[in-house]
């Protein structure tokens, strides 16, 4: 039998079935009622007497995964550590008019990386249907014309901050970058048909493009030249090789959409088990220079032994 649970809420009691996806009388997201559809009921319950609200946070969490909140904590932690590199390097010259500036910084960061992703969803609604029903396009959740007006939002307003604040050399790698990002999901470029094409694609907006880029700003926001230095081109070049690995594992899970709408992927050509064991092994390598790295070229870290053992780990 079917235990059911009785609940007060606004002032109203409804009775709620545990394993029931029909007992509230406003709709929910499906996504709400996998997690925990008491806890969804409770939130239809609270907002069910405002229909504006419920719209509002319906559609502030479309934009959420729109996002693809894993990209954004990557790019993030990439910045923040080429902004820290830097600052170590020239730490008298920190200052807290900076900071304001590394914020805007994040933020064009962020726009530019919703848009890359963005556009990729709005190209890829066919595909993300059978292999990532989740998202938010793909679920019905956000229509195809809101996302479009987010992702030119989100490339213009990166554009005006980017050249405003960080200068003409800066704004024409951001510009790059989203170029590239295009060209990557739109037609009739859709490089993402071609394998190769597509994960240098990948490993150079990820990996050289956002490392570089983010160093050469801070250097020019603290009033000094581009100089390479041993530490920055080691991060370089690791998050770089870190971005391939990403860049050729990340079709395994989307294999099923991919030969059914015929896009042609590393993981499509070899198979799963193969490509599996190629990341690994590159990602293993990686790992292993790295560690070689801190032991005969200390240079690339002060902190030698906080490097050595984090990459062996």
């Excluded at 009388?25 to 405002?50: E, L, M, Y």
């Excluded at 490339?155 to 170029?179: C, D, E, K």
Aim: glycine residues 8%.
């Amino acid at each position: 039998k079917i235990s059911y649970l009785s609940l007060r809420c606004a002032g109203n009691v409804v009775s709620v079935g545990l394993y029931s996806h029909t007992s509230c009388s406003k709709h929910v997201p499906t996504r709400q009622f996998k997690r925990n559809p008491i806890w969804a009921c409770g939130q239809v319950g609270a907002a069910g007497s405002d229909p504006m609200l419920n719209k509002i946070s319906t559609f502030k969490d479309a934009c959420w995964r729109f996002l693809r909140p894993h990209t954004i904590r990557g790019t993030a932690l990439g910045s923040v550590a080429l902004v820290a590199r830097a600052l170590i390097e020239n730490s008298n010259l920190i200052k807290w008019s900076l900071l304001l500036k590394a914020f805007l910084g994040i933020v064009a960061l962020i726009c530019g990386n919703g848009y890359i992703v963005g556009i990729n969803q709005i190209y890829d609604i066919g595909i993300d249907k059978v292999n990532k029903p989740y998202l938010p396009i793909a679920a019905g959740d956000l229509s195809v014309q809101s996302a479009w007006f987010l992702v030119i939002g989100f490339a213009m307003t990166g554009l005006l901050i980017v050249g405003s604040n960080f200068g003409p050399f800066i704004t024409s790698l951001y510009s790059l970058g989203l170029f590239l990002g295009t060209i990557y999901s739109v037609p009739p470029f859709r490089m993402k048909r071609f394998p190769v094409a597509a994960f240098l694609i990948i490993a150079m907006v990820r990996g050289f493009l956002l490392n570089f880029g983010v160093y050469y700003a801070t250097r020019a926001a603290l009033g000094l030249p581009f100089q390479w230095s041993a530490p920055v081109a080691f991060i370089t070049t690791f998050v770089t090789l870190f971005a391939l690995v990403i860049a050729i594992t990340k079709d395994l899970p989307d294999v099923e959409g991919d030969r059914k709408f015929q896009i042609s992927t590393l993981a499509t050509k070899l198979g799963v088990r193969n490509i599996a064991f190629l990341g690994s092994g590159l990602l293993l390598v990686n790992y292993v220079a790295a560690v070689l790295a801190a032991i005969y070229m200390p240079q690339v870290n002060k902190l030698y032994y906080l490097s050595l053992s984090s990459h062996s780990l």
